[in-house]
């Protein structure tokens, strides 16, 4: 091919060509060699002027920090049953940073296994809390094998999905702790933006807290202490090896003094009522049962409860997540007949001698009003302190009580422990109430009536107890006056849990002998309002039977339970401790619209002191 | 190698200096000191590359026939007579056109876009074709003409040069578009164009630049050039290769993690780790002193092209070596400020180094054409 133009090339200058390429290749290499000088200043600046920040940036690309749950201590019963026990279960995580379409990745998930639209939901939610980066949020709690093997093999196509074998809270023994145990749930919001710096990296790893019960009240020493880890991840966050490793510090198990036959014994007797038990060794001030009942299985809120179950527990009428063990306030009626009697005596009002005639109503002075006894037409003529217990006579303490006056009362009551929180190691306890004059002036603005005293000396009128507080007072009565504070611990980790004095209550000698005879005539006497309990006793048993309205009767009616929705009929009551002589366990049982003390709760009493004697033959028949 | 009668040239007398090694190689066509620096700069790429890939074997050995094939072409090359190339590169310049207006019309996609015409069994790629074509094409242009260009020869240069480019930019490769019409202007700007011009060029892409970003560039490219502005702003998106990157060469630091531990690149945090962005696992692994090392390869290399440029006696090879030593080192210097985050991302190999196949025998084949430049020149002597 010929160039327009070939035929010029004889005429170049080919000196003047020369000489203008070599200019232009030697400016071009000029250049050359000032550009690489301007690559090398970058590459310098890079790599030595700003060394540091790259290599701290190259280092956290890689290097995470995983928190290392700690695993939750464990609580046991008296006997070192399980109560509260640590499961594997699979949780199915999504690393939303190492998703690149995290719709995308949640959709192939709910082709594979079943999600609902509350998980995704919740999952959605929690991604939207503080958190760290690269931190696994989990989506689906408890997969099954075929879940896990699903989602194994779709590995390749999931991003940023992980599954991870974690331990769940599990209750072994289902509803029948659930009041006292508690359980724990999933940390949510409020609790989250609660926690301050520390605690919050305490809980990194861990899901769940205590929510009521011993898992919340212990929960600082169930917890334990949360370890780390620093793990090497390539840029999928595939876990390439761990650099450093410290060791999470496992809670401290729980070893409580409730025992599960007791507590077994107890929610039989109240199947298919609504009622508490609570049992205390006198001697220690340790629960040994506490049935609130109906209850419900605490295994359901571990994860976090589905709403059709939640609504079913909170609207049921029986109200099965009310513990009423320690939130019940019910007026103790008679039950509390014991307690003012050694207050009377102590007050010097009554003695031994003292008796009244009881026709079956009891007036004051200038007052139209009709105390009643329960018993229409009276107990009769020298009706004194014993057969007042006994028998359980209205118009005695009637009478007592306008000697003695509110102000006599009151502090005497106080300290058995009634109208304050006994303290006891679960949260959400009740105080009662235990009236004053001083009380009434404060909170209704009104003066104290002697009336008020004659109500309050029956167990009605205002006086409100828990059964717990309750328990504590019998507890108090049988050990002659040692108010101990109660405790459902008995162990922590190893450390034992100390007993607690609140109050040593100075009574004569003579009169708890006295006090306790007339209890124990309760049930062993013939004229015993729980004597039918003591059929083929096999040891002495003190009591007291109670009877609370739960409707105000006026004055002209009469109370009659056909006429009343069961749901109006009166609470049973029924405390009690045995043996007489060495009093070991005392007890404080209501049951709600059970209507007689002594028919509907004394029974159960019997039942609980009955197998808490044959566990303790059984155990000191054991080697 | 037998090498037939006509591929025999005579030495000069004045050369004996060189002895008889020197007659040797000047017989097979072979520039040794190009030579040595090439099996020097293919070596190191092998090594990095091999640390790049996860140390993987297969990778190398695939990378290490490609230099084989690449380097008997160059050899193959280096045996033409560069008069011969003269007078074929109008036909090399229109069958390339041809090709490139195919794969717009018939061409192969992948990724988006269509850069290859499928042969049955093989896939070729026209504008690697047409990286040797049109400075081979624009410098036998000028070497009819007289030199300094007028500025109707500029003008048809630009014609020449821009004709590919735009195909090339048609498929949308702007990244090879602009690659190739830098061979072709340097070959202009070698053979003398006005300074006058090349301000007055320079002053045009300054004002233009306004208009263009308003009016011209689409929002993906305007994104990009953000991107290299503030690579931060946009952490998971485009500026991840950046960031990735430059943290890999930072943290490198003077001396490097030693060869093999990166964990930028090893851990797989960098993307397109054995490819374009394979001179970060160089920088981390090895630190400054690898890339100064590196550079000085690099710089080597280039400074024997533009001897050879220098000491060739006629302007259609000095043109030519002189484009293919610039424009191999506008590769070397697009790829290596890419990576550290001085110039957009811009998918550009690094020379001898990158994981590569067409792109190597390309390269390799342009190294043949020096190499028969600078073995040429002699005969024009005597």
Redesign the interface.
């Known amino acids: 091919m010929m160039w327009a133009g070939e035929q010029l090339h004889q005429f170049k200058d080919h000196h003047r060509e020369a000489r203008v390429f070599a200019v232009r290749a030697a400016i071009s290499f000029l250049m050359v060699v000032a550009l690489f000088g301007v690559l090398l200043a970058r590459y310098y600046r890079l790599q030595v002027t700003d060394h540091e920040v790259y290599a701290t940036r190259s280092d956290r690309n890689r290097i995470h920090v995983r928190p290392i749950p700690p695993n939750r201590g464990l609580i046991y019963d008296a006997q070192g049953q399980l109560l509260a026990d640590n499961r594997p279960t699979f949780t199915l995580s999504v690393v939303s940073e190492r998703t690149s379409n995290l719709e995308q990745t949640l959709d192939h998930l709910a082709n594979l296994i079943e999600v609902s639209e509350r998980d995704r939901e919740n999952f959605l939610k929690r991604l939207r809390q503080r958190r760290r980066p690269f931190e696994a949020v989990p989506l689906r709690y408890r997969l099954t094998e075929e879940e896990i093997s699903r989602i194994a093999v779709n590995e390749f196509e999931l991003e940023g999905v992980e599954i991870e074998a974690q331990l769940t809270r599990a209750y072994p023994k289902g509803a029948l702790f659930a009041h006292t145990v508690g359980y724990v749930g999933r940390i949510n919001e409020r609790e989250l933006s609660s926690f301050d710096q520390a605690t919050y990296e305490r809980y990194s790893g861990t899901h769940s807290i205590g929510k009521i019960g011993l898992e919340r009240y212990y929960e600082s020493e169930l917890l334990g202490q949360v370890g780390s880890e620093n793990i090497e991840t390539n840029a999928h966050g595939r876990v390439l090896r761990t650099l450093e490793f410290t060791d999470p510090q496992p809670g401290k198990d729980l070893y409580l003094f409730l025992d599960s036959r007791l507590q077994q014994v107890a929610v039989d007797q109240l199947a298919g009522r609504r009622g508490s038990v609570v049992a205390i060794d006198v001697k220690t001030g340790g629960v040994l049962a506490m049935v609130s009942a109906p209850a419900y299985d605490p295994n359901l809120f571990v994860n976090g409860i589905s709403y059709k179950d939640y609504r079913a527990l909170n609207e049921s009428r029986d109200l099965p997540l009310f513990n009423r063990s320690i939130q019940g306030q019910y007026p103790p009626g008679s039950t509390i007949k014991p307690m003012l009697g050694l207050g009377g005596l102590e007050a010097g009002v009554v003695d031994f001698d003292t008796h009244i005639f009881d026709p079956g109503y009891y007036q004051l002075e200038n007052d139209e009003r009709l105390y009643r006894d329960w018993k229409k037409g009276g107990h009769g003529r020298r009706v004194d302190l014993r057969q007042a217990i006994v028998e359980s006579c209205d118009t005695f303490f009637y009478d007592m009580a306008f000697r003695m006056g509110v102000d006599s009362m009151h502090p005497f009551g106080d300290k058995f422990g009634l109208g304050e929180r006994t303290r006891l190691d679960i949260p959400s306890e009740r105080p009662g109430l235990w009236p004053s004059r001083e009380w009434k002036e404060r909170v209704r603005g009104l003066h104290w009536f002697p009336g008020d005293s004659l109500n309050i000396s029956i167990g009605q009128g205002d006086v409100l107890t828990t059964p717990l507080q309750l328990a504590v007072m019998t507890a108090t009565i049988a050990s002659r006056g040692t108010h101990l504070r109660p405790r459902l611990v008995k162990q922590l980790g190893d450390q034992p849990t100390e007993r607690e004095v609140v109050d040593q209550i100075e009574v004569q000698p003579q009169y708890w002998d006295y006090v306790h005879s007339a209890m124990e005539g309760v049930v062993h006497s013939a004229r015993g309002t729980a004597h039918r309990i003591s059929r083929g006793i096999g040891y002495k048993m003190a009591g007291k039977s109670g009877t609370a309205q739960v409707v105000g009767i006026a004055q002209d009616e009469e109370y009659d339970a056909d006429k009343l929705d069961e749901r109006q009929w009166d609470h049973a009551l029924f405390i009690g401790f045995a043996p007489v002589e060495d009093p070991q366990i005392a007890v404080a049982i209501i049951v709600e619209n059970g209507e007689h003390g002594s028919s509907a709760a004394g029974p159960i009493a019997r039942e609980v002191f009955d197998t808490y004697f044959a566990m303790q033959a059984e155990d000191n028949a054991k080697p | 190698m037998k090498l037939s009668q006509d591929f025999v040239r005579r030495l000069p007398d004045s050369r004996h200096h060189f002895g008889r090694q020197q007659g040797l190689w000047q017989r097979l066509h072979i520039d040794p000191i190009l030579l040595l620096i090439l099996l020097a700069l293919t070596c190191f790429g092998l090594v990095v590359l091999y640390s790049a890939s996860g140390q993987s074997e297969s990778m190398v050995k695939r990378q290490f026939v490609f230099f084989s094939i690449a380097y008997c072409v160059m050899f193959v090359v280096a045996q033409l007579d560069m008069q011969m190339v003269r ?1 074929w590169s ?2 090399l310049y229109v069958g390339g056109i041809i090709l490139l207006m195919l794969v717009i019309l018939v061409g192969v996609g992948a990724k988006g876009a269509q850069r290859w015409i499928s042969l049955g069994v093989v896939r070729f790629q026209p504008s690697e074709a047409m990286k040797i074509a049109v400075p081979v094409m624009t410098a036998a ?1 000028f ?6 260009p007028k500025f109707t020869d500029i003008v048809v240069s630009m014609i020449i040069i821009m004709l590919p480019a735009v195909l090339i930019f048609m498929q949308p490769d702007l990244g090879t578009a602009i690659l190739i019409a830098a061979s072709g202007i ?1 070959v202009v ?4 164009l006005p300074w006058r011009y090349i301000f007055g060029s320079l002053a045009m892409v300054g004002i233009s630049i306004w208009p263009m970003w308003h009016w011209v560039m689409k929002d993906y490219q305007k994104q990009r050039v953000l991107t290299l502005l503030d690579p931060e702003a946009d952490r998971l998106g485009a500026g991840w290769n950046i960031i ?1 990157s ?9 001396h490097g993690k030693g060869l093999f531990n990166g ?2 690149s090893q ?3 960098l993307p397109e780790s054995h490819t374009d962005f394979i001179i970060a696992v160089m ?1 981390e692994e090895l ?2 002193i690898g ?2 090392f590196l ?1 000085s390869l ?2 080597l290399l ?2 024997r092209g ?1 001897h050879i ?2 000491t060739s006696q006629n ?1 259609f090879n ?2 030519l070596a ?1 484009s293919i030593t ?1 424009t191999f ?1 506008v590769y070397v ?1 697009v790829n ?2 890419m990576v ?1 985050g ?1 110039l957009p991302v811009v998918g550009v190999p690094l020379p001898l180094v990158s994981l590569g196949g067409t792109s190597i025998v390309t390269l390799m084949t342009s190294f043949g054409l020096l190499m028969a430049i600078a073995t040429e020149k002699k005969k024009v002597v005597a």
């Open positions: 007078r109008p036909w242009y070497s009819t003409r007289s030199l300094p340097i700007f070698m053979a003398g990735q430059k943290t890999a060469i930072g943290s490198g630091g003077l964990t930028q851990l797989d945090f920088a630190g400054l890339v100064i550079l690099y710089l280039i400074a533009l440029a220098w302007t000095r043109l002189g610039l080192f210097f290596i400020g550290a001085m």
